[in-house]
């Protein structure tokens, strides 16, 4: 028997699960798509340690722009804990500090973009994204391309290299 592959998802594709006034219903439907496969097992799942603090930090944003609840919030806060337990595994930092500021520093992002694609690689996963802004990063610099496989959730389940608009 074969494992399925794995993928890795940041904060911003996680929030897009979460039933909140005003996100792209273009988005929100490849998201749930993907958290669709997940389910069904057609990925393992990968994902850092901080993402649960993303996750959280997301909530709260969503709270005091008053797209969601506190009640909402909680519930919502539980439902991505149980999803994190069920079907993720969570990871540690597979580089030293050192190394990894030094690697943020060499492909110009920020240290939680970089853990994330650092686990991509590390579990030769795809990394989806909701940011716009970090596909494009990405996607500009031919040599981080052959690193590791980044796709934008616009586009799920493609995984290629297709013109992102402007």
């Not at 580089?95 to 992002?109: E, R």
Request: contains cysteine; proline residues 5%; charged residues 20%.
């Amino acid at each position: 028997m074969t494992l399925p592959p794995w993928t890795v998802t940041d904060a911003s594709v996680s929030a897009l699960w979460l039933k909140v006034r005003g996100e792209d219903p273009n988005l929100v439907r490849h998201a749930k798509m993907l958290y669709r496969d997940i389910v069904e097992g057609r990925y393992r799942v990968a994902l850092p340690f901080h993402w649960r603090l993303e996750i959280a930090g997301v909530i709260r944003n969503f709270v005091a722009a008053k797209k969601m609840g506190l009640t909402e919030a909680r519930k919502a806060m539980r439902w991505m804990a149980t999803f994190a337990l069920e079907h993720c595994v969570i990871c540690e930092l597979t580089v030293g500090w050192d190394q990894l500021i030094a690697t943020a520093n060499a492909w110009g992002f920020n240290l939680y973009d970089t853990i994330y694609l650092l686990l991509a690689q590390r579990v030769g996963g795809i990394f989806w994204t909701a940011d716009l802004r970090l596909y494009r990063q990405w996607h500009s610099r031919e040599d981080l391309r052959r690193i590791v496989m980044v796709g934008w959730i616009g586009y799920y389940p493609q995984t290629g290299i297709p013109l992102v608009p402007p």
